[in-house]
């Protein structure tokens, strides 16, 4: 019996903690190691030669509920876009905001001139979530491509020219950009940093291999008519690029369209801006489980598995990896502590040649914010360990338990049925 528990405990630590490492040190390792083979120049496009298929008429549309702080800067960074005027429209498509957005909006946008691109405030009448807001949008709009963010995010200004090019190739049926915090300062936020740069290595990879597992709601372009936004769906962004993946087309990633955003600087905002998120990632595995079940190519296969669908299950993973290692070392602790010691060697292994290839790329990949002319705290860089190693390692661990718990909690919603589609804003990324 104790042999056999011995090797049904070694056994369950090894698998735990093996997917565990490839979810947050061997994935997103694999993917910079592979992103080496692609370069990027930060480059200004040259919008007076473009070809007609460089710049698709854009339809720009930034949902709104409750952004009076923001939206007055959005429509300022939104003019200032080096794509040429008359090939894009911006649509702020507000949802019944109650603290003045409307009138904000109106305000800014009394102020542009004949030489600014088209910009309209559209009303939505009532909150019914951001899909709707997004679907409310598309039927306002005239453009060959939709492009939606947010009301609280700031673009670099060649942004949209950057991703407008790559809908020349039909085979593109959406584009994905990079995400910077626009304020690193506290260690909650360079964590979100830190794991935003993980990302960005991912992405690159999985670029390389057909297609990015999705784009997020700060920038998210794809080919109008291909794809309305689902109203019922908890993250909408998700949910649209997997609908995209199913209808035969890619998303590619470009690292040079840059959009920042501030990041929610306590736990507890923390934790509710991510578990809507994570409740709408729990939601998109059930409705769409039976095309990403087939592994017909990368992107069902390694990328949307390791991206997306492993992270959902993690805290599980954690605590099987802990009852197994309690099982071993109970019967074999001299086994138990030797597997322990192999995994914290592999660990500190991989994680140190994830760090060197993530300092790589960024130095090839990442503009910064001055090149951009942006603002001095759009600081897109890692940032991160000048804080100091183990004050910074200890903000990773508590960024990393923040997020494990806010997986369980959102696990609890969904099964309870407690969760609407009605975004919830926090104060701390608007100020």
Request: charged share 20%; proline share 5%; net charge negative.
């Amino acid at each position: 019996m104790r042999e056999r528990l011995k090797k049904v405990g070694l056994a369950g630590f090894g698998v735990c903690t093996g997917l565990l490492g490839w979810q947050f040190v061997g994935y997103p390792l694999t993917m910079g190691l592979l992103a080496r083979a692609k370069g990027a120049t930060d480059e200004p496009p040259d919008t007076d030669n473009m070809s007609p298929s460089d710049t698709p008429f854009i339809t720009v549309i930034v949902p709104s509920y409750n952004e009076s702080s923001v939206v007055a800067k959005r429509v300022e960074n939104l003019r200032k876009q080096i794509y040429p005027n008359d090939r894009y429209e911006v649509l702020f498509v507000d949802s019944g905001s109650t603290d003045g957005t409307a009138d904000v909006l109106r305000d800014a946008l009394d102020d542009l001139g004949p030489d600014d691109p088209p910009m309209r405030l559209v009303e939505e009448g009532e909150r019914s979530g951001k899909a709707s807001a997004i679907n409310h949008g598309v039927d306002q709009g005239h453009g060959e491509v939709v492009l939606v963010t947010d009301a609280n995010s700031v673009f670099a200004p060649a942004t949209i020219a950057r991703v407008a090019p790559h809908f020349s190739n039909p085979t593109t049926g959406a584009v994905a950009g990079r995400l910077g915090v626009l304020d690193t300062g506290s260690s909650l936020t360079a964590s979100n940093q830190f794991y935003r740069d993980l990302e960005h290595m991912k992405a690159l990879g999985g670029a390389l291999l057909g297609s990015v597992s999705q784009f997020d709601g700060e920038l998210s372009a794809w080919r109008a008519g291909i794809v309305r936004a689902d109203e019922t769906s908890l993250s909408e962004d998700l949910d649209l690029s997997i609908r995209i993946h199913e209808a035969g087309y890619r998303i590619t990633y470009e690292p040079r369209a840059l959009v920042y955003e501030s990041e929610p600087d306590t736990v507890a905002e923390q934790i509710a801006s991510n578990k809507r998120r994570l409740i709408g990632t729990i939601q998109s595995l059930i409705r769409h489980w039976r095309y990403l079940v087939v592994p017909g190519d990368w992107y069902r296969a390694l990328v949307f598995p390791s991206r997306k669908a492993l992270p959902m299950f993690s805290p599980f993973l954690c605590l099987g990896s802990a009852v197994c290692f309690v099982v071993t070392l109970a019967v074999a602790p001299l086994a138990a502590l030797a597997a322990a010691l192999l995994v914290g060697i592999a660990g500190i292994g991989t994680f140190g040649a994830l760090l060197a290839v993530r300092d790589d790329l960024l130095a090839d990949t990442l503009p910064t914010a001055a090149s951009n002319d942006e603002p001095d705290e759009a600081d897109g860089g890692s940032g991160t360990e000048e804080n100091g190693g183990v004050r910074w390692l200890l903000g990773i661990a508590r960024y990393v338990a923040v997020i494990e718990y806010t997986i369980l909690l959102a696990w609890w919603d969904y099964l309870t049925g407690d969760y609407s589609v009605r975004w919830r804003k926090s104060a701390s990324d608007r100020e």
